[in-house]
């Protein structure tokens, strides 16, 4: 059965990259949100693909809500297109109403900050606090150093091969979206090892 995509977290770069893929795929996905009717939710900043993205979907007629902590508000420059900005108290506040308020979460290429933030979408997936479909726009490849960080944890022992399964991958926004709207969560046992009683 399709999910249904009402709004979509999208976590990118506050800076643009080196090379003009990155910005194109960013103005290709937020007109493909906007032409879906599905809202963005991202980190309210005008800066990099964050604010690209923003832009993309605003100019495609879409909706976009962004979500800043009060004391990033001039370094990220909140977007002053919104009609939805929520100013929040910390960098963990942001994480958790994005969270809250999304269906779905795409990674774009970015920094440690995405990185920070796709991992926390996916552990809390992993420990069931969400169930929610994650996926990563794999423009240029960018996300096969991660998708082999994932790989090495599972060959060494410290992830299992279904934790792979709780995110997608595709380099189309269209496909991408598509595969999020038909996700399906991957049945695993618990993610905690039964510690034994002491006798
Ligand atoms: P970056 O990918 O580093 O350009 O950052 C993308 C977004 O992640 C920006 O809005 C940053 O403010 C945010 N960010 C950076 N570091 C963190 C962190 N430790 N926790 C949560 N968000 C962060």
Redesign the pocket.
Known sequence: MKRALTYVCV?????PGNRPEHTEAAIELGRALARKQIGLVY?G?SV?L?GTLADAVLDAGGEVVGILPRW?ESR?VGHSRLKELHIVDS?HA??QRMIERSDAFIALP?????F??LFEVLTWSQIGLHEKPVGLLDVKGYFEPFRALVRHAVTEGFALPEHEQLFLSNPDPDALIEALASFERPVYGSKWVETPKAP
């Open positions: 976590y990118c770069g506050s800076r980190g900043a990099g964050m990033l990220e960098m942001r994480k970015g920094g440690l900050g995405t920070d933030e």
